[in-house]
């Protein structure tokens, strides 16, 4: 089966313009990052934050998301 | 492009309420009796492990409970975040399949090259396990081989896009990401660093029930968003 012999999909989803997902894009990503290092990283091999109370609050998360803790 | 933001952090949030559940019943026993095994154990106990009976003040009950759900929400609306963006960038471009199948294909793959590649190659591990002396090194390859990992799988991605054949497009995708993962994985450095003392089975039950916790994750922000997608988002 070819896509042309069916009827014209009207539930073809359309693309959404780039200028609208840019900005999202990068601040999205940007927060993303800092939630993997705060919950997956922080106060383990580097610390912005002195002491080891983040690093204790999310320890289980940190274990069981599996990333390499200490 | 907002609704679409805003049903992805709804549906990472929902998301991480069932990964709770399940990092409770299934990761929790393991965590508690690699922790027992570090306090009491002084054989598997070795002098240069974290010790986790110091655990900064703060007591197991708040770690397992209030600890591990705000870590796993701020993880789960993350990813339904990203998720929501690589739909909206995905859709119409890269992927023509009905919402569902075009937020399968992007789940599947994202979990596929951010959790279970980078398992494979530095696999976490439970209290009583690791060299604090290599942590640095440790995270670093770890963050280096998923970054490699998330732009081999756009480069790949992108390079197939102009295939017309399914089969190829699929053979090319995987050979180009499986070869220049293998060839990274080689040669990254690897840490062998689990005391032989420590139990074989409790190391097995508590990888497994970190995969099982990050599937859980994945896959229920995946559904949950598809589902919100097709139920309030048709008009985006």
Redesign the interface.
Known sequence: MTVATRPAVS??????P?G??AP??IL??L??VL??Y??G?EQ???SVIA???V???????????????? | ?TR??VLGLLAGLLASVVTFGV?RLV??PA?DAAIALETTDSHTHAADT?DHSD????SRR???G???????A??G???G??LA?SY??A???FL?G??RA?VGWITSLGFAAV?VVP?LK??????AV?N?ET??A???A??AFLALSLATLGLAVSAVKGIASRRRKMLIGAGIYAGVMSGAAILLPSFHEVDPAFPRDLLWQ??A???A??AT?WASTGIAFGWLVERFGQS?
């Open positions: 539930s073809a989803l359309p693309a959404i780039m609208d997902i999202w894009a999205a990503s927060l993303a939630v993997v705060f919950v990283a383990g091999a580097w002491g080891t109370d690093h204790e609050f999310v320890h289980d998360a940190r274990h069981l998301l599996g990333f390499p803790c200490h | 492009m679409l933001l990092a990761g929790e965590l974290p655990t900064g003040g703060m708040l770690q397992a209030p600890g591990l759900f705000v870590g796993l701020a993880v609306v993350a990813l975040g990203i963006i909206a960038v859709r119409g471009r023509h009905s919402t075009t959790i398992m530095f696999p976490g591990n439970p209290p690791g604090p942590i640095g440790r995270t670093l770890y963050f508590f990888r029930s970190t995969l916790v990050q994750l985006i």
